[in-house]
């Protein structure tokens, strides 16, 4: 069982970025962490990060392999109907993810165009949030699977 995981902008300056909001995890931990528990779950990840907007697209509508989504789709959370598109396009439950609690935040980002596409939403657990988010993924997956036998 495949489960891709998508990185949108700026997530590949984890680390880095704003510690304060998102922690000092760098994206290659978190990849690392999600390794490590998609293996004690016996999935196979297809991780990867993009700062375009149509790469994510693609990548979404390349994923009909794959049994489960989980995103963090950044920036573009709250601005791209294009990626809410792609999630609806795909017949693929999508966790969303956020490493920082975005109701919290500034006033733009209480806004996700993703979130009503989506299977569900992981928010607020900084890193965790990644491990939550692949862990909701495989079971909805798994159920999926036992549904269908
Ligand atoms: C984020 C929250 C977004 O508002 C922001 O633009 C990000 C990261 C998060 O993981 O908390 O880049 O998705």
Redesign the pocket.
């Known amino acids: 069982m495949k489960i891709l995981v998508i990185n ?4 590949n300056l984890l680390g880095t ?1 704003e510690s304060d ?2 922690g000092t995890k760098t994206l290659d931990e978190i990849n690392e962490s999600l390794e490590k528990l998609a293996e004690e779950l016996g999935v196979e990840l297809d991780i990867r990060q993009s700062n375009h907007e149509g790469e994510i697209v693609d990548l979404i509508q390349k994923a009909k392999g794959c049994k489960a989504l989980v995103i ?7 601005t791209s109907v294009a990626i809410r598109d792609a999630i609806a396009a795909v017949d693929i439950p999508a966790v969303e ?6 109701y919290k ?2 006033e ?2 209480h806004t996700s165009l993703i979130s009503p596409v989506a299977y569900g939403q992981i ?2 657990f900084g890193a965790e ?1 990644y491990v939550l988010g692949l862990r909701a993924a495989v079971s909805i997956a798994k159920n999926a699977q036992k549904g269908a036998s």
């Open positions: 949108g902008p700026n997530l970025r909001v998102y963090n789709p950044a920036a573009y959370t709250h993810i956020h490493i920082s609690n975005i935040r500034e733009f980002r928010s607020g949030s």
